[in-house]
Nanobody, 116 residues
């Protein structure tokens, strides 16, 4: 059974940092391209960051470039999203996705709220 479990979300103030994690099981994680998406209330889900299977290549949405960093530890079957200088507009449910060819798996999400 494939599972992606996100954790680490919470309530932080603007300008603070937070790291969310996504632990995978049931798949050969090291073969999968992984991404973080987010969805705010009333908005469509948007791609935040992507990392290649070996961690050698990353891409970011313009809105988070320079503030967020995606990384992975294939030995721990885990992908991370380090979020710095958080803004209120970063408030959303954050989801991880693992993709390999036609296979695509999602986690249940972790809520990140940025508010003073």
């Amino acid at each position: 059974q494939v599972q992606l479990v996100e954790s680490g979300g919470g309530l932080v103030q603007p300008g603070e940092s937070l790291r969310v994690s996504c632990a995978a099981s049931g798949i050969l994680f090291a073969r999968y391209y992984t991404s973080w998406y987010r969805q705010a209330p009333g908005k469509e889900r948007e791609l935040v960051a992507t990392i290649s299977s070996d961690g050698g290549a990353t891409n970011y949405a313009d809105s988070v470039k320079g503030r967020f960093t995606i990384s992975r530890d294939n030995a721990k079957n885990t992908v991370y999203l380090q979020m710095n200088s958080l803004k209120s507009e970063d408030t959303a449910m954050y989801y991880c996705n693992a993709k390999l060819y036609t296979k695509s798996y999602w986690g249940q999400g972790t809520q990140v709220t940025v508010s003073s």
